[in-house]
């Protein structure tokens, strides 16, 4: 992430396997010393895959924790902008996918709710409703390869950052 954004001052603070509730276990070690203006979430599938019950269950688990996260952060870092960039649909996690567009629908309306926090649909990337673009990832279908992780940050993070940034100037 730093060389692809090298014009931006950016620190990637996320670690494989990471969920909400590691993030905030983390948050005094990772993010609050930082006092950044922007932090990037990607919410995943890490959340919910092992949670028990039905879909709607797993959404209410999920945002229920989300919601409590981003105001607990927005309190300690009250200056901040909060990007949610959505769920990735996932080959490699696809008996997940309805799952993720249902918390990704949440998101979203919880974003424009939220003064504090923007979506951003980054879906369509790797899902076109009927296939996957299974060449945007490593071997396991679940982790973005070089060359997805370059169209997720020129088409998706980039120009939010952009937007963002130009509002605070």
């Known amino acids: 992430m730093e060389n692809d954004l090298f014009n931006y001052r950016v620190h990637n603070h996320g670690f494989g396997g990471c969920t909400d509730h590691d993030l905030v276990q983390y948050a005094d070690k990772l993010l609050y010393p930082y006092d950044p203006e922007i932090i990037f979430f990607q919410t995943g599938s890490n959340d919910y895959v092992s949670l028990k019950g039905t879909d709607e269950e797993k959404v209410k688990v999920c945002m229920d924790y989300k919601k409590k996260m981003f105001n607990e952060i927005h309190e300690k ?3 901040a902008k909060l990007v949610v960039m959505s769920g990735l649909l996932l080959p490699g996690r696809s008996k997940y996918r309805p799952l993720t567009e249902k918390v990704n629908k949440e998101l979203e309306t919880l974003c424009n ?5 923007w979506y951003v649909d980054s879906s369509d990337m790797t899902w076109d409703g009927q296939n996957y673009r299974k060449d945007l990832f490593i071997r396991d279908g679940i982790h973005l390869n070089h060359q997805g992780q370059l169209l997720w940050m020129k088409e998706y993070i ?3 950052l952009d937007e963002l940034l130009m509002n605070t100037i």
């Open 113 to 117: 709710e939220t003064d504090y926090l």
């Open 77 to 79: 870092l009250p200056n």
């Open 158 to 160: 980039r120009l939010i």
